[in-house]
């Protein structure tokens, strides 16, 4: 690594303090003044340790709802993600990576366990955020601590904050959700005047209306201070919520995308988004579901240019050159695609588990695309390899992945889990919105998933068969095809070895309510998310 600059100025900054230290020395009255120039030091130490040491820091960004196929180094042919596919042909990209769940909770409690979501047990629905991890489960933050890093969460995402339980392993917690990080500027007439005219009168859902934006260009540049600012090394996670509903991007990008005038075209979506949101709806118009992906797509393209400024930032700095950083998304997105479903869920297709993955270490220096199967309970066992910290008991315990730094892994196979709605709970949701159909949010799901095939399991029973190379779209059920049934016979035989080894861990009862000031803050949150209605 080149660090000859770092260290250099590191050189010079302990000539400093040794001169001035000297020259204490030379009045040894002055007790208190060398003690504190002696502290001095130390931290100066400290801090050339963590910048030139052999323990990098550690950075997971989530990008929350994007999925695989709208990214440009998945195929996809525009132009949403131009710098994370120079990234991905610099390092080492996963082209099937896939979300242990189709929905925030269950993936990222995955990524911070290394557990399955019925291993972990924490899939509730997001209207009933009154469960927490069982205490024996071990959680990566917790080891990270141990071998010597700070943790620190950066979150936009009301389901994985402080208030939902799943940031309670972090020392430390940044919320951008809340409404406390909302602009002063808001608070002028002038610019009242302006929410009013766009709420109001355009009615638009970008950015800066009614209080809707993901500052993902801030919570970056805090990952990065926090980064400068370390004495010692750092893991640092951060969701970004810039592609979820309402797909907020600036209205330069958005015309890159959106045909014709995206006022226009956002009327009739901000008016119907809350309800279709998530739901699995009678009919669907396929025009507005086009311009809804227009703006999905501009979304992730204002992702990509934030990622684009913050890992430019990392590299002058030096910082890249001892940092591990993983690029995801814990879920994806539909679009209409199948049976009719808005947003993500109640379905186990690729639009919603197949995510993008890119993995920067310094010690990866030949580029690679990486086709086997892997899940982002691969995440933990990665980075605690990084850290050294793979060998302890603890670690051990996140046993459900594998390190993403092997270059083979003896996997056929990864899982996807749906946790589904009992039948009297979807009749309900069906009766409080007569819009959606019958079958919405029912049933238990899991998918197995290989390089090339995948099997959708429907509340135990195998049940969709599908040929991911020839029918990337999973629109033919080859399951009764005879030339499958060799095929079918494996997955049904790794799936039941799976359930076999997998272990439980019933989540416990939330030790910390919420007051009742927080509790609404979290509804009208999940209600402007589309979570409730």
């Known amino acids: 690594r080149d660090n000859g600059r770092w260290l250099l100025v590191g050189q010079r900054r302990l000539k400093r303090l040794l001169d001035h230290l000297r020259v204490v020395g030379d009045h040894r009255h002055d007790m208190l003044e060398a003690q504190r120039t002696h502290e001095l030091l130390r931290l100066q130490l400290q801090r050339l340790l963590a910048l030139h040491g052999p323990t990098p820091h550690l950075v997971l960004l989530v990008l929350d709802s994007v999925r695989a196929a709208n990214t440009t180094f998945h195929g996809y042919d525009r132009p949403t993600t131009p710098f994370l596919a120079q990234l991905a042909a610099r390092h080492r990209v996963f082209r099937n990576a896939y979300a242990p769940g189709n929905w925030s909770v269950p993936s990222h409690t995955s990524m911070f366990t290394g557990l399955y979501p019925s291993e972990h047990g924490l899939s509730f629905d997001p209207r009933h955020?009154?469960?927490?991890?069982?205490?024996?489960?071990?959680?990566?933050?917790?080891?990270?601590?141990?071998?010597?890093?700070?943790?620190?969460?950066?979150?936009?995402?009301?389901?994985?904050?402080?208030?939902?339980?799943?940031?309670?392993?972090?020392?430390?917690?940044?919320?951008?959700?809340?409404?406390?990080?909302?602009?002063?500027?808001?608070?002028?007439?002038?610019?009242?005047?302006?929410?009013?005219?766009?709420?109001?009168?355009?009615?638009?859902?970008?950015?800066?209306?009614?209080?809707?934006?993901?500052?993902?260009?801030?919570?970056?540049?805090?990952?990065?201070?926090?980064?400068?600012?370390?004495?010692?090394?750092?893991?640092?996670?951060?969701?970004?919520?810039?592609?979820?509903?309402?797909?907020?991007?600036?209205?330069?990008?958005?015309?890159?995308?959106?045909?014709?005038?995206?006022?226009?075209?956002?009327?009739?979506?901000?008016?119907?988004?809350?309800?279709?949101?998530?739901?699995?709806?009678?009919?669907?118009?396929?025009?507005?579901?086009?311009?809804?992906?227009?703006?999905?797509?501009?979304?992730?393209?204002?992702?990509?240019?934030?990622?684009?400024?913050?890992v430019g930032d990392l590299q002058r700095s030096g910082l890249l050159d001892r940092t591990v950083l993983i690029i995801t998304a814990d879920h994806g997105e539909m679009f209409g695609e199948h049976d009719n479903i808005v947003g993500h869920g109640p379905r186990l297709y690729q639009e919603l588990i197949h995510v993008p993955l890119i993995l920067v270490h310094p010690d990866l220096t030949t580029p690679a695309v990486v086709t086997r199967p892997v899940s982002l309970v691969d995440i933990p066992p990665t980075l605690l390899a990084a850290a050294g910290a793979e060998g302890t008991p603890q670690a051990a315990a996140l046993s459900s992945g594998l390190s993403l730094l092997a270059t083979a892994a003896d996997r056929p196979a990864v899982i996807s889990e749906y946790a589904g709605q009992s039948d009297a709970e979807a009749a309900q949701r069906v009766a409080d919105s007569p819009a959606l159909h019958d079958r919405s949010h029912t049933g238990s799901q899991t998918a197995i998933v290989s390089e090339t095939t995948k099997l959708i399991v429907w509340q135990g029973r195998p049940s969709r068969l599908f040929d991911l190379a020839r029918d990337p779209r999973e629109t033919t059920d080859v399951s009764a095809e005879p030339a499958y049934q060799g095929v079918r016979l494996r997955f049904e035989a790794f799936y039941s070895q799976w359930q076999a080894n997998r272990r439980h861990y019933p989540p416990a009862p939330r030790t910390a309510a919420l007051s009742a000031a927080e509790a609404e803050i979290v509804q009208r949150r999940l209600r402007e998310l589309g979570y409730v209605d």
């Open 129 to 310: 955020a009154d469960r927490q991890l069982a205490p024996e489960v071990a959680q990566l933050p917790t080891l990270l601590a141990a071998a010597g890093y700070t943790t620190h969460a950066f979150t936009q995402n009301v389901l994985v904050s402080r208030e939902t339980g799943l940031l309670d392993a972090f020392g430390r917690q940044v919320d951008y959700w809340d409404g406390s990080w909302r602009p002063r500027y808001r608070r002028t007439l002038l610019n009242r005047a302006w929410n009013f005219w766009v709420d109001r009168v355009r009615r638009q859902p970008f950015p800066y209306q009614r209080g809707w934006s993901t500052r993902s260009g801030d919570t970056l540049a805090d990952i990065r201070r926090t980064l400068t600012e370390a004495t010692q090394p750092a893991f640092v996670f951060a969701n970004l919520m810039d592609a979820h509903m309402p797909y907020t991007a600036p209205l330069s990008i958005v015309r890159r995308f959106v045909a014709g005038d995206p006022w226009q075209h956002s009327n009739r979506y901000r008016d119907i988004q809350p309800l279709e949101h998530n739901r699995l709806l009678l009919t669907v118009d396929p025009e507005d579901q086009r311009q809804k992906m227009a703006l999905y797509d501009a979304a992730i393209c204002h992702l990509d240019s934030c990622l684009r400024r913050f």
